[in-house]
């Protein structure tokens, strides 16, 4: 499986972006698709992450409320939809993907995951 991050820019607080994780090969429903950022100074930190069934799903306190998580089973594609951006979400967005047999109870651990994208940059200006 290889996933393909894109959808980030530069973008005023308040604003909105929506990030979009294309993978390659097949997803199984019980996989899981987590959403992770970095910034410059701080290690990768967990922000979403859903089964690509759309059974489970699980928001970082720091962006529930803001952030959705959808899919297109049609394109294997997920989404993130970022709304109301502050400067502090500004990092390196990563998609990545976990296998159907991870325990749903890992899904904020970065070691869970075995496919990564490669990242996309969102900048949020105030």
């Known amino acids: 499986v290889q996933l393909q991050a894109s959808g980030g820019g530069l973008v005023q607080a308040g604003g909105s972006l929506r990030l979009s994780c294309a993978a390659s090969?097949?997803?199984?429903?019980?996989?899981?698709m987590g959403w992770f950022r970095q910034g410059p100074e701080n290690e990768r930190e967990f922000v979403a992450a859903?089964?690509?069934?759309?059974?489970?799903?699980d928001y970082a306190n720091s962006v529930k409320g803001r952030f959705s998580l959808s899919r297109d089973n049609a394109k294997t594609t997920g989404y993130l939809q970022m709304d109301s951006l502050n400067v502090e979400d500004s990092a390196v967005y990563f998609c990545?993907?976990?296998?159907?047999?991870?325990?749903?109870?890992?899904?904020?651990?970065?070691?869970?995951?075995?496919?990564w994208g490669q990242g996309t940059q969102v900048t949020v200006s105030s």
């Open positions: 090969g097949r997803i199984f429903s019980r996989s899981i």
């Open positions: 859903t089964r690509w069934s759309g059974g489970s799903r």
């Open positions: 990545a993907l976990a296998g159907e047999r991870t325990i749903w109870g890992m899904a904020r651990s970065a070691g869970a995951y075995e496919y």
